[in-house]
């Protein structure tokens, strides 16, 4: 059943950045929902008898001709909801609804790139400390938000936490723009860090849920485009606003936003696990249009809920069972995928591109600098969804770490060695830096940053995935916390140069990591990908 949507609750405890990394998931419980369905029939959310319509019309499934019941409200509310526009259209509109979210999140990683640069320039002085503190506390709140954040979502549902967490993110841009105190600041950014924390799994589960699996590619990759765009956005706006306007101009772009939530249907999976069989079929008739037959996908969903229900462990029994080498292993793969990620150094270059180019001694604008970087971040996710099913994962992943570590070294030589010489960085050399930095955002783009995502739901197990899409969540953020923070302290104990050079190091060992310890996951399934781990037998594909 190509098309049914099958995500548990412990799933929607989605992991935070790479929205591609959630696909997979669904596929494994494809063949366990399906499994557990001819064993429970009868079921308490098997469907019930409900009022047709008044006209039973035949529907087209494929030219064979069927007549589907459905509630008289689900009936009513469907026959407005866009009769002319196809399956994907519906679900790509309501994916890139829900994405708007992460529009907000590119506003929050980028905008310290240019509010620090520009106070500084305003004489407004903040120490390093406050500098770190400021760029780097939504990321502390989300090492122990991510724990709890899918609870939130799994409890709200997605409607509700957009049209809490909008208004909620406002106010603290609002606050950002006001202020006069850093305590203020600093207490703006936790707040964003809590709703950016609820909207990471948001963006990551809602667009797996709603879309078809012929689409759930194209859908996933929505959110980590619309990161990518609200950091370009900010970089923009940047180069003619001041920190203060800027944070207003954010307002005005996410209130409208509320105005578009209204509109959103519920994930049918989740509707499943509330009982809401009606809103059930009303939210698949909108997602897969009135000329579709519905009813193998709403039994299918429902059963799939329902053997969750018995057999999903609970938390103490997946703690319990990482204490396995089959569990634990791939769960430890999983934080060092990400921690060789992070450790490129893309969330130092994300967070202070303005501060870096100045740094650098660049003779170019910084701020159009930050632009270009901007617009090398938002347009390989488009090339990267073409090849993340081309190639093998390992390979990819190996190329782009290769030359991003490459460009950083590059970078870093250049730097050094100029921070040497005592006739300074010379006009015609100021074009090194953004060419080498592009590049590098060009490969993270492209392959670490996505694959890396994907590479990580692959690995995890799904009897462990509740309990360790937390641990992982929070490492993540803890990583990038740590990046964040340490940046401008490294910048002035060894020079620009150096860190550069730190990085691409890191950079040329997570290849080294890829290629000795990943296996590849491309076109395997979840139970041949786990029999890498199992002691018992000979691993297949594990280099």
Request: proline share 6%.
């Amino acid at each position: 059943m190509a098309d049914s949507e099958t995500a548990s609750a412990g799933e929607r405890e989605a992991m935070g950045v790479g929205p591609g990394d959630l696909e997979t998931t669904f596929h494994q419980n494809d063949d366990r929902s399906e499994s557990a369905a001819d064993k429970c029939p009868s079921s308490p959310l098997s469907p019930k008898p409900t009022a047709s319509t008044k006209n039973d019309t035949p529907l087209d499934t494929g030219g064979t001709p069927t007549t589907q019941t459905m509630p008289l409200k689900a009936a009513r509310s469907c026959s407005c909801c866009w009769p002319r526009v196809g399956a994907f259209y519906r679900q790509g509109i309501m994916s890139i609804v829900t994405c708007l979210a992460a529009l907000a999140i590119g506003m929050i990683h980028a905008y310290p790139a240019v509010a620090l640069a520009r106070w500084e320039e305003a004489d407004i002085k903040f120490s390093t400390v406050q500098t770190t503190w400021f760029a780097s506390t939504p990321m502390v709140v989300s090492v122990v938000m991510s724990v709890v954040a899918g609870l939130i979502v799994e409890r709200l549902g997605v409607r509700l936490c957009l049209a809490i967490g909008t208004p909620a993110i406002c106010i603290t841009w609002v606050m950002i723009a006001l202020s006069t105190d850093f305590r203020m600041l600093l207490i703006a950014r936790v707040f964003q860090g809590f709703v950016a924390s609820v909207y990471m799994v948001v963006i990551t589960v809602y667009p797996v849920e709603v879309s078809q699996v012929r689409w759930r590619g194209i859908m996933m990759g929505v959110a980590e485009a619309m990161v990518m765009l609200g950091a370009f956005v900010t970089y923009l706006g940047g180069l003619i606003l001041l920190p203060s306007p800027l944070a207003f101009s954010f307002v005005a772009i996410l209130v409208p936003q509320l105005m578009l939530f209204f509109f959103l249907r519920e994930s049918p999976l989740w509707l499943a696990r509330r009982d809401r069989e009606d809103d059930i079929v009303d939210s698949l008739m909108c997602l897969r249009g009135r000329g579709v037959d519905i009813n193998p996908e709403l039994e299918h969903i429902k059963s799939t809920v329902y053997t969750e229900r018995i057999h999903k462990p609970t938390a103490a029994e997946q703690l319990l069972l990482l204490r396995k080498p089959l569990y634990l292993k791939p769960l430890t793969l999983c934080i060092l995928i990400l921690l060789f990620k992070e450790l490129t150094g893309q969330y130092a270059a994300l967070t202070y591109t303005v501060k870096m180019f100045r740094m650098a001694g660049s003779s170019l604008d910084p701020y159009w600098c930050a632009v270009v970087m901007g617009a090398a971040r938002f347009l390989p996710c488009f090339l990267s969804w073409m090849l993340i099913e081309r190639l093998p994962r390992r390979l990819l992943l190996s190329t782009c770490m290769t030359v991003a570590g490459v460009s950083l070294a590059v970078l870093g030589i250049f730097l050094w060695v100029w921070s040497g010489s005592s006739n300074g960085l010379g006009p015609h050399m100021g074009w090194v830096p953004i060419v080498c930095l592009s590049i590098f955002t060009l490969a993270y783009g492209i392959g670490v940053g996505p694959i890396s995502w994907t590479m990580v739901a692959e690995l995890l197990p799904s009897q462990v995935r509740n309990v360790g899409a937390g641990i992982i969540n929070s490492c993540f953020s803890l990583f990038l916390f740590l990046v964040g923070l340490t940046f401008p302290f490294s910048v002035e104990a060894v020079g620009m140069g150096g860190v550069f050079i730190a990085y691409a190091l890191c950079s040329l060992c997570g290849v080294i990591f890829v290629l000795t310890c990943l296996p590849e996951t491309r076109g395997r399934s979840f139970t041949e990908i786990q029999t890498n781990f199992d002691s018992s037998k000979e691993p297949s594909n594990v280099i």
